[in-house]
Nanobody, 124 residues
Framework: QLQASGGGLVQAGDSLRLSCAASGRTFMYVMGWFRQALGKEREFVAAIRWSDRSTYYSDSVKGRFTISRDNAKNTVHLQMASLKPDDTAVYYC????????????????????WGQGTQVTVSS
């Protein structure tokens, strides 16, 4: 099970940290964050490979968002800074157990388990 938390309403330029806690069978190859804005398709935001902490970001968030993991708590954080109204969306965390190529990590089809989503709203 994945439990996402940390969403909220903030102003443009503010920061926010999302967390995703995994419980149950917690072996993960990669954990990712995706987001879906109203009326748009879900899109990749960031991912972290569990074994070596390699991180991957979409161009739209690179340099503003940071993904990290807390091994002891089986938790992944998404630190979001310099937030923009375009970042407004429901954010979902997701995991995949088995290895895959890097390019596939950017696709929602690569992920087997999904959290319930947390709303992030950025006002201008």
């Amino acid at each position: 099970q994945l439990q996402a938390s940390g969403g909220g309403l903030v102003q443009a330029g503010d920061s926010l940290r999302l967390s995703c806690a995994a419980s149950g069978r917690t072996f993960m190859y990669v954990m990712g964050w995706f987001r879906q804005a109203l009326g748009k398709e879900r899109e990749f935001v960031a991912a972290i490979r569990w074994s070596d902490r390699s991180t991957y970001y979409s161009d739209s968030v690179k340099g503003r968002f940071t993904i990290s993991r807390d091994n002891a708590k089986n938790t992944v954080h998404l630190q979001m800074a310099s937030l923009k109204p375009d970042d407004t969306a429901v954010y979902y965390c997701a995991t995949r157990r088995n290895p895959t190529i890097v390019s596939y990590m950017y696709s929602e089809g690569a992920y087997e388990y999904w959290g319930q989503g947390t709303q992030v709203t950025v006002s201008s």
